[in-house]
């Protein structure tokens, strides 16, 4: 048994089911916890004021919280971390750090050299799986290679699940094993650099007792998922993707709650966690989809990227309802409604023909719930030149899609206070209405709120031609 280890806090902001923590706290006699924050990743973000820290500050805090009434607390640094994690584990002479794998380029780059760095020091650094159930090559083709397609990823994803793919991590048992830092450590957001935002004000719940006050509301609607989900203006999604992204909540516990229940509901979110498990062996399997194309023919695409166009699109101003909202809703909360995300993105391809790489990093910049596997696979998704079995003459039409899951424009009012007062048959396409009807609903078209920027069949066309040239160009 060791003597000390240090347990290194990252996307992984709980005390429950926390498979590092679980196997420091059994491995050794003490065990220190730290959280960094680290500047290598602040200090890359385009604004001082981002409701992402904040998420993590409220939830840092929290953890240290619950940690110090099992008897224990957290050590919280801020710097490079791949600095600070060695120089820590040194001053406190722990045998080892414990962590749970991250996945992304960059993270691994980060913890290769912690690692290193800790071998020179005669420190050890142990990782496990704990965001995924099943990571990296755990779900391979007959074949021995990686699947490329969803649905026959899912389903030997649920082919292969068994009980001891979720396990659960007890913590609280073996918490006598914590060590108290002597005084509590945590700096202020204004000391890490960050100003306060909204977010509180949304309100966002943070912290694992937010994750579990949603978990808890969404369990009794989950039955209604599968068709509450698609419709903007209902209370459909779970909410819990923030707190997926970091770990306030285990992947685990997820699982294991949909399949506790029956029915179409409980079986689509189930597939949307697996959705998330699919970007992330894409992501290792294929680093180059990070600023390129997955099939490799649409490389050859040409995008215009009109600046007045894209700035539309990112300031809600395209003329087109359903996608302004959408957008309005992404700049004022840091969220957007999952089919919401698959229109704007492919309006801002296929009908502005803006390269599908510069929405990709504005969704990066301003969602709460930013994951890199995701978002990536999510535009490529969009822009059809990802993994997706479907063909690239799928284009969203963002007055159908309007019409048929905002029928009564509920959401759209939401966030466009300006149409208050359009009547529904034209909530849609307010372009479409009379002069005295735009004068009737205070809504003038061109005034009051912008005309279609683009026109969607032209533009449709325009898309068609270049992905079947971009096709034909490769052949």
Request: aromatic fraction near 10%; include cysteine.
């Amino acid at each position: 048994m060791m003597k000390q280890a240090l347990v290194w806090f990252r996307r992984d902001l709980r005390l429950t089911d926390h498979a590092a923590l679980h196997h420091a706290l059994t491995k050794a006699r003490r065990v220190w916890c730290v959280f960094v924050f680290d500047t290598e990743i602040l200090d890359s973000l385009p604004s001082r004021s981002d409701r992402r820290v904040e998420f993590i500050w409220h939830s840092v805090s929290a953890l240290d919280g619950v940690l110090r009434k099992q008897g224990g607390g957290l050590l919280v640094r801020q710097g490079r971390a791949r600095d600070e994690i060695p120089a820590l584990a040194t001053r406190l002479g722990v045998d080892a750090v414990f962590t749970n794998h991250d996945y992304e380029p960059a993270a691994n780059a980060r913890d290769l050299a912690v690692h290193r760095a800790l071998a020179e020091l005669g420190i050890g650094f142990e990782t496990f799986k704990d965001q995924v159930i099943f990571e990296r090559d755990e779900v391979m083709t007959a074949a021995g290679s990686p699947y490329s397609v969803f649905t026959p990823y899912k389903n030997a994803w649920l082919k292969k699940l068994a009980a001891c793919d979720l396990p659960d991590y007890p913590v609280e048992r073996h918490a006598g094993a914590l060590a108290r830092p002597d005084a509590a450590d945590m700096p202020t957001l204004q000391d890490i650099g960050f100003q306060p935002t909204n977010l509180l004000a949304i309100p966002i719940r943070t912290g694992m007792s937010g994750a579990a006050a949603l978990l808890k509301d969404f369990v009794a609607r989950v039955a209604d998922y599968a068709h509450a989900r698609d419709y903007p203006a209902l209370k459909g999604p779970s909410y819990l993707s923030v707190h997926l992204r970091f770990g306030t909540i285990s992947i685990r516990q997820l699982v294991a709650e949909a399949r506790k229940h029956t029915g179409r509901g409980s079986e689509v979110w189930l597939s949307e966690l697996i959705w998330r498990e699919f970007y992330f062996q894409i992501l290792h399997h294929h680093p180059r989809v990070i600023g390129s194309a997955f099939k490799p023919e649409f490389n050859a695409l040409t995008f215009d990227n009109s600046e007045r166009l894209f700035d539309a699109w990112c300031q809600g101003k395209t003329g087109y309802p359903l996608v302004d909202a959408a957008m309005r809703q992404i700049n004022t909360t840091g969220y957007m409604h999952n089919r919401l995300r698959m229109v704007t993105a492919s309006f801002l391809v296929k009908d502005l023909h803006i390269d599908w790489r510069l929405g990709e990093k504005y969704f990066a910049d301003n969602l709460n719930d930013f994951d890199l596997a995701a978002n990536n696979g999510g535009w490529q998704w969009a822009a059809s030149t990802g993994c997706d079995a479907q063909p690239y003459f799928r284009i969203f039409n963002p007055v159908t899609q309007s019409e048929k899951f905002d029928p009564g424009g509920k959401f759209i009012r939401r966030y466009l206070t300006e149409l208050s007062r359009v009547p529904d048959k034209h909530i849609h396409a307010p372009w479409r209405m009379a002069p005295l009807e735009q004068q009737a609903a205070a809504c003038v078209i061109g005034q009051d709120y912008p005309a279609p920027v683009v026109d969607h069949d032209t533009a449709r066309r325009i898309t068609l031609e270049r992905y079947g040239r971009a096709k034909a160009d490769n052949r």
